[in-house]
C-alpha cells in the first residue's frame, strides 16, 4: 500500500510536467505560427498596394500594361502561405503557375478566392500578426525590465505600454508584475490568434474538389515514381554491395580452396596456411552480407525500437549528440526505418562536412505523423544540388509521400525537419 500511495503523487507530478510541457510547446508554435504569418501578411500587403495602385494607374488608362502582373503577384504570394499552412496542418497542394493575363485575376475562380484572401490576409491577418507578436515582445521586455531598466536615459525610463512613469525599483517591478499579466493573456489567446491568422487561407486557399482531387492524382503518380525510384536505387546499391564485397569475398575463398586442393598434392605442409587464408575470406563475406542485410532493414529497430536505434546512432556519432524521442507505440516497419536511414545519413553529413560541436535528433508522434528533427550548431550552407546526401534523404521520404524542409543559412545552425505519415 506504501508503494501505491508514494507513486501516486510521482503519477501527478508527471502529469503535471506533461501538461505544462505541452502547454509551453503550443504557446511557442502559436508565436511562431504569428511570426510566420507575419511575414506572409507583409507580402499580402504588399501585394494589396500593387493590385490599388495598378487598377488607380489602369483608370487613367497609364497602367493596363502592368495589369498582366497581377495574377502572377496574386499567386506568388498565396503559394507562400500554403506553403506556411502545409507545414502546420493539413497539406494545401500547390497550383502552380498563374493564368496569363489580366483577365484570369477575375475570370477564374480560383483567382477570385486568391484575391479576396490576399485583401483579407494584407489587412486583417497584418493586424493579428503584429497584434500577436507585439504582445509576446512586450511581455518580455517587461518581465526583464527590472534588469535594465537603469541603464536607459531618464526620459525613455517606461517601457511603452506602461503608463505611469519609473523612477525605483518598485516602479521597475511593478513594470514586471505588469510583463506577466501580459505574458498570461499572451499565453491564453496566443494559440486562438494563430487560429484566427491563418484561418482564411485554409478557407479560402484549398482548390475546389474536382482541381483538388485532380492535382492529388498527380501528387500520387509524382510520389509513386519518387517511390520506384527510390526502390530502383535501393536494389542498384544492394547489387553493387554484393558484387564488390561479398561476391569478390566467396570468389577468393574458391580459389583459396582449389590452392589448398592442389597444396594437398604438393606439399601438405602448405595446406593449413592456404585454409587459413579461405577462413579469412569467408569470415570476411559474411561480416559484408551482415552488413548488406542490416542495410536492408536493421535489425536494432525490432531489437531496440525506434528510441534504441536512434541513441545506438548517436552513441556511434563523432560528434556530440543527445537524442530525444517521443513516439508511443510502434509505427509501421517501413516508416521506422526511412526514420532511422534519414538519421543515418543526417549524421554522417554533420561528422563530415558541418564542423559542428553537438547534434540534436527530436522525434515526436503527432496523430498520424512522425516528425522529426535533427539540428547541428555546425557552418550551415548544406546544399542538396551538392552532394551532402540531402537529395537520397529527400528520395526516400518522398517514397512515402512524406516532406523535408532543410533550413541551413552559412554560418548555420543546420535544421532538417522530417514529416513522414506513420498511421493511427
Not at 50 to 64: E, Q
Not at 99 to 121: K, N, Q, S
Not at 332 to 354: G, M, P
Not at 367 to 373: A, F, I, N
Amino acid at each position: 500500500m506504501r508503494i501505491v500511495k508514494g507513486s501516486e503523487p510521482t503519477v501527478v507530478r508527471r502529469d503535471g510536467r506533461r501538461v505544462l510541457v505541452a502547454r509551453a510547446r503550443a504557446v511557442l508554435n502559436a508565436l511562431e505560427h504569428l511570426v510566420g504569418g507575419l511575414g506572409t501578411a507583409l507580402l499580402a500587403s504588399a501585394g494589396v498596394l500593387w493590385v490599388v495602385l495598378v487598377g488607380l494607374l489602369s483608370a487613367v488608362g497609364v497602367g493596363l500594361p502592368l495589369t498582366a502582373t497581377l495574377p502572377r503577384v496574386v499567386r506568388s504570394v498565396a503559394e507562400r502561405e500554403r506553403g506556411r499552412l502545409t507545414r502546420w496542418g493539413p497539406e494545401i497542394i500547390a497550383l502552380g503557375p498563374a493564368p496569363a493575363g489580366a483577365r484570369g485575376l477575375l475570370t477564374d475562380p480560383i483567382m477570385r478566392r486568391e484575391l479576396r484572401w490576399l485583401f483579407v490576409h494584407g489587412t486583417l491577418g497584418l493586424f493579428i500578426g503584429m497584434f500577436g507578436v507585439t504582445l509576446a515582445v512586450q511581455a518580455v521586455q517587461d518581465v526583464t525590465y527590472p534588469l535594465w531598466w537603469r541603464l536607459l536615459p531618464r526620459e525613455e525610463a517606461a517601457p511603452t505600454f506602461v503608463f505611469w512613469t519609473v523612477e525605483d525599483d518598485h516602479g521597475a517591478r511593478l513594470v514586471a508584475l505588469f510583463g506577466f499579466v501580459v505574458a498570461a493573456a499572451f499565453v491564453v489567446t496566443g494559440p486562438g490568434l494563430a487560429w484566427l491568422q491563418a484561418w482564411p487561407g485554409r478557407r479560402l486557399l484549398v482548390p475546389p474538389a474536382d482541381i483538388d482531387l485532380s492535382l492529388r492524382i498527380a501528387h500520387l503518380s509524382s510520389t509513386r515514381a519518387a517511390a520506384l525510384d527510390a526502390h530502383a536505387t535501393e536494389l542498384r546499391r544492394i547489387e553493387r554491395s554484393l558484387h564488390d564485397g561479398a561476391q569478390n569475398r566467396l570468389v577468393a575463398v574458391t580459389i583459396l580452396i582449389g590452392a589448398a586442393r592442389r597444396a594437398l598434392e604438393r606439399d601438405p605442409s602448405a595446406t593449413g596456411s592456404a585454409l587459413d587464408r579461405a577462413q579469412d575470406a569467408a569470415e570476411q563475406a559474411l561480416a559484408e552480407l551482415r552488413t548488406v542485410v542490416r542495410s536492408i532493414l536493421p535489425p536494432v529497430l525490432d531489437d531496440r525500437g525506434l528510441a534504441g536505434a536512434l541513441a545506438g546512432l548517436a552513441d556511434d556519432c563523432a560528434v556530440p549528440c543527445r537524442t530525444d524521442v517521443d513516439v508511443p507505440g510502434r509505427c509501421a516497419a517501413s516508416v521506422e526505418a526511412t526514420a532511422y536511414f534519414v538519421t543515418a545519413e543526417a549524421l554522417t553529413n554533420i561528422t563530415k562536412h558541418s564542423r559542428a560541436s553537438r547534434a540534436d535528433v527530436v522525434v515526436r508522434r503527432e496523430g498520424d505523423r512522425l516528425l522529426l528533427r535533427i539540428e547541428d550548431d555546425g557552418v550551415g550552407g548544406a546544399d542538396a544540388r551538392e552532394g551532402s546526401g540531402i537529395a537520397g534523404i529527400r528520395g526516400r521520404i518522398e517514397a512515402h509521400d512524406g516532406r523535408l524542409e532543410l533550413t541551413s543559412p552559412p554560418g548555420g545552425p543546420t535544421t532538417l525537419r522530417v514529416e513522414l505519415p506513420c498511421g493511427l
